[in-house]
């Protein structure tokens, strides 16, 4: 069985540690994948929905992350997110309430720093929405 070491860390605790067959990812050019012997890269995660499936099962795990970094290294991928969150643990309401609050950010006049952080607030509540709706199919 080919296998590899995954650690997936955020901000405030390790979210995986243990083996995985398989890594499916947002990348800045679309969906990646990642299996065992794969060859060495560093690559920016974006936000959205992470797969991973662990040995000897056919489901996958799902998570919703924020932007990070993913490091492939001799049969060892660490990815390294602000956040990281599955989809059962998301408050839907939340979600929702932070979306709203970044669409009228976003219509406000503000700075270019402050458009891009309303962007990824927005982002990342799309995120963690579909995510919620997504669990629901897998339940």
């Known amino acids: 069985m080919n296998t590899f070491s995954l650690k997936i860390l955020s901000c405030n605790r390790v979210f995986y540690d243990g083996e995985c067959e398989i890594l499916i990812f947002p990348g800045y050019d ?10 060495p890269m560093t690559c920016a995660i974006e936000i959205g929905e992470i797969r991973f499936r662990l040995p000897g099962e056919t489901e996958y795990q799902h998570a ?14 660490d990815i390294l997110v602000y956040s990281a969150e599955r989809p059962e643990e998301i408050d839907k309401f939340r ?11 976003l219509q406000q006049k503000q700075s ?8 990824a607030s927005m982002a990342r509540a ?6 919620v709706k997504d669990s629901k199919k897998f339940m």
Do not use: F, P
């Open 126 to 131: 799309m995120a963690r929405l579909r995510g």
């Open 64 to 77: 919703i992350v924020s932007s990070g970094l993913v490091k492939v290294e001799h049969n060892k991928v």
């Open 30 to 39: 679309g969906e990646m994948a990642i299996m065992a012997n794969h060859a």
């Open 95 to 105: 979600a929702e309430a932070a979306l709203e609050r970044a669409r009228e950010q």
């Open 112 to 119: 270019i720093q402050d458009y891009h952080v309303s962007a």
